[in-house]
């Protein structure tokens, strides 16, 4: 920074960045932009969470066996297994 001796003026030096000056009502302005774009992006979050939850279901209930098969002592009739799972 600079200052002339004679007339008192002052200013940056090459290179030099001035501070800049936040206000209240800017910070306000912005926290409020940010709460409503976090707002917006917390509901369209929602919605594609509880698409793909109805998307889920309806493929599950589409692939579930009409009657689910009992579990027989050689394992998992659904998996297939031929062990039973470990205690």
């Given at each position: 920074m600079w200052?002339?001796?004679?007339?008192?003026?002052s200013g940056l030096a090459a290179g030099e960045k001035g501070g800049e000056v936040i206000t209240k009502a800017q910070?306000?302005?912005q926290n409020a932009a940010m709460e409503?774009?976090?707002r917006r992006m917390l509901d369209e979050?929602?919605?594609?969470?509880m698409d793909y939850a109805a998307q889920?279901?309806?493929m599950q209930e589409k692939?579930?066996?009409?009657?689910?098969?009992?579990a027989t002592?050689?394992?998992?009739?659904?998996?297939a297994r031929r062990t039973p799972p470990p205690p």
């Open positions: 200052t002339c001796w004679r007339s008192g003026e910070i306000a302005t409503q774009l976090s979050q929602k919605e594609k969470r889920r279901s309806s692939s579930a066996p009409a009657a689910a098969a009992p002592a050689e394992g998992c009739a659904t998996c």
